[in-house]
């Protein structure tokens, strides 16, 4: 049986969004299993350490590196008309990942989500991402209602 946690899709409501927790599956912290949209999609280029002039943040810093990937996201979101309550998938790619790392990265993102629903994610162990110096990497979608 699966169990919703927000919205259901009514006739009136052009778009919502369902947060389930699939029976027999452990509850998560910090994220969803299963997340139905109904609207328009955004996706979203995965989202990096660079500040605005393409210079990287917090070199050898996962806390600092993170934060700066969720600012990034907030940014990409905002410019799609979208907002963090939107997302509905997230993947992070984590250089070297250890275990330690999940809770940085928690941390910095239930800052970022604060009282929405998280979505579904998946975080990746990765050997490296687009230059040395980047330590995560942040690609998501998002659902908007139809314009």
Request: charged share 20%; glycine share 8%.
């Amino acid at each position: 049986m699966l169990q919703s946690t927000r919205n259901s899709f009514d006739v009136e409501e052009p778009m919502s969004h369902r947060y389930l927790q699939p029976e027999g599956l452990a509850r998560p912290r910090g994220y969803s299993h299963v997340v139905s949209a109904r609207g328009t999609q955004v996706f979203i280029a995965g989202q990096v350490a660079f500040d605005a002039e393409g210079r990287v943040v917090g070199v050898g810093d996962l806390r600092a590196q993170t934060e700066q990937v969720f600012n990034n996201l907030q940014r990409a979101l905002a410019a799609a008309g979208a907002r963090i309550e939107d997302l509905v998938k997230t993947t992070i790619f984590v250089v070297g990942y250890k275990p330690a790392d999940r809770a940085v990265i928690a941390e910095v993102r239930s800052r970022f989500y604060g009282n929405a629903e998280p979505p579904a994610s998946t975080l990746v162990g990765v050997q490296a991402l687009v230059v040395p110096e980047l330590m995560i990497e942040v690609e998501a979608v998002a659902v908007i209602d139809a314009a």
